[in-house]
């Protein structure tokens, strides 16, 4: 139930309810929170990636004071998150709801690392050289491009990236700092190998 105290606020896009007992100019839950309803509920944003027409904001997380006690929560294993990422790709097995199920907060390189766009008429990862199909990875962490192999059929050069970024993200996981939370670690070690199989059955 929201405190009466906080009634007479216009509702933050039409949907979320700011029910923080202090000013939050200078909150960096709240600008969180703000971005995160922004990219689902801004009609601006939306024009800009219709994309996100159809992803949606949990019930729970549209009350300010839910989602900071979860960011707290959080940051009790990740640290500061005012630098981190909000994702739900990682956790959320294709889900196009943001909460606390399906998110989770990752450095930008990672979070760059782990991003699926398509590349048009070819696989991701893939593309047409010299009569063959090249595979290339980006790793965000060095930011650099990198020529993997090249090969006849489009889905063995599908198969060798995807086999690439599992080597990567083994790396990323067991090697690095950058994400101290096992179940994130657990997540991406299996991301590629189930976007495959989503992707080629």
Same mark, same amino acid.
């Given at each position: ?48 990636? %219709? ?48 909460? %606390? ?78 994400? %101290? ?11 590629? %190998? ?8």
């Amino acid at each position: 139930m929201i405190n009466k105290r906080f009634s007479h606020r216009k509702p933050l896009y039409g949907v979320g309810i700011n029910d923080a007992p202090y000013h939050i100019t200078k909150c960096k839950y709240y600008k969180k929170w703000e971005k995160l309803l922004g990219r689902c509920y801004s009609e601006q944003y939306l024009q800009r990636k %219709p994309s996100y027409r159809e992803v949606v904001v949990c019930n729970e997380w549209l009350l300010f004071s839910n989602f900071r006690a979860w960011c707290i929560d959080q940051e009790k294993e990740v640290g500061e998150i005012s630098k981190l990422e909000l994702d739900k790709d990682l956790l959320g097995n294709g889900s196009k709801t943001y909460s %606390p199920t399906t998110c989770c907060f990752l450095p930008k390189k990672v979070n760059m690392f782990i991003q699926t766009q398509s590349r048009g008429k070819y696989l991701m990862g893939v593309c047409m050289k010299k009569g063959r199909y090249a595979s290339y990875y980006r790793n965000s962490l060095r930011g650099v491009r990198r020529f993997i192999s090249s090969h006849l059929d489009q889905k063995h050069a599908f198969r060798a990236y995807i086999l690439k970024k599992t080597e990567l993200a083994q790396e990323i996981a067991y090697h690095t700092d950058l994400i %101290p939370q096992q179940h994130v670690k657990d997540a991406l070690i299996t991301f590629f %190998p189930n976007l495959r199989s989503s992707i080629i059955h």
